[in-house]
């Protein structure tokens, strides 16, 4: 993952929205993924959007990428208690086609 | 809908001792299959990954191995575990035959080698 970076905490207060950032260094990312790890548990895809787009919207969820800044972010908007868990970040690439990078993940604390 | 099962969900093994974990697709042919390593803490590490029916490409060496003996199993395996192979092992899945498919994971196995 040390080419896909992200902050490690962030805790937000129940109702408020969260951003969850992250950074990736290959400019031939093709596809930018976003997952959620609840305790012990594996990895549920939440979204996902391709290099080519800016932004994303899933009900709650938005992904904003910025291809020149290679910046990629998560917006949960009226984030709930059920959203505590860790989120990565991952990206694929034209030259490992079959290869997820990760990065190390975000845990989310929301607080009542 | 398809699903992937892995087990067993937890197992605590002693140094030395060989490692069987399984990992099985339902409801596509051909699929792409992967295993990760997660340490704790960490983002996951992708170990091996296969395109087809006995094709195996190690990403990493190590001390472990994988087979692929069906179109949907994919396993894992050590003949003498080290205590660094703690962790926790999620298998994944992707749509076979094209490129840049979503992966999806597994429940994960958390492997304890004392």
């Known amino acids: 993952g040390e080419d896909v970076e992200q902050s490690l905490f962030l805790s937000v207060r129940e109702g408020d929205s969260s951003v969850i950032n992250c950074t990736y260094t290959?400019?031939?990312?093709?596809?930018l993924y976003w997952y959620k790890q609840e305790p012990g548990a594996g990895l549920q895809l939440l979204t996902y959007i391709f290099s080519n787009m800016d932004m994303k919207q899933d009900q709650r969820l938005t992904v904003l990428l910025n291809k020149k800044d290679k910046h990629l972010s998560l917006r949960i908007a009226d984030t709930q208690t059920g959203d505590s868990a860790i989120y990565f970040c991952a990206e694929t690439r034209m030259d490992s086609s079959y290869k997820l990078i990760f990065g190390s993940g975000t845990r989310l604390l929301v607080r009542p | 809908s398809q699903t992937i099962h892995q087990w067993p969900a937890t197992l605590v093994q002693p140094v030395g001792s060989p490692l069987s974990l399984e990992c099985t697709v339902e409801?596509?042919?051909?699929?792409?299959l992967y295993w990760y390593r997660q340490a704790a803490g960490r983002g996951l590490q992708l170990l091996f990954y296969?395109?087809?029916?006995?094709?195996i490409s190690s990403e990493v060496p190590q001390n472990l191995s994988a087979s692929r003996p069906q179109d949907r199993q994919f396993i894992l395996s050590s003949k003498k575990l080290l205590l660094s192979d703690s962790g926790f092992y999620l298998c994944?899945?992707?749509?076979?035959?094209?490129?840049?498919?979503?992966?999806?994971f597994g429940p994960g196995t958390r492997l304890l080698v004392l």
């Open positions: 409801g596509t042919s051909n699929p792409n």
């Open positions: 296969s395109v087809g029916i006995g094709q």
């Open positions: 994944a899945w992707s749509k076979g035959g094209g490129l840049q498919e979503t992966q999806y």
């Open positions: 290959d400019s031939s990312s093709t596809y």
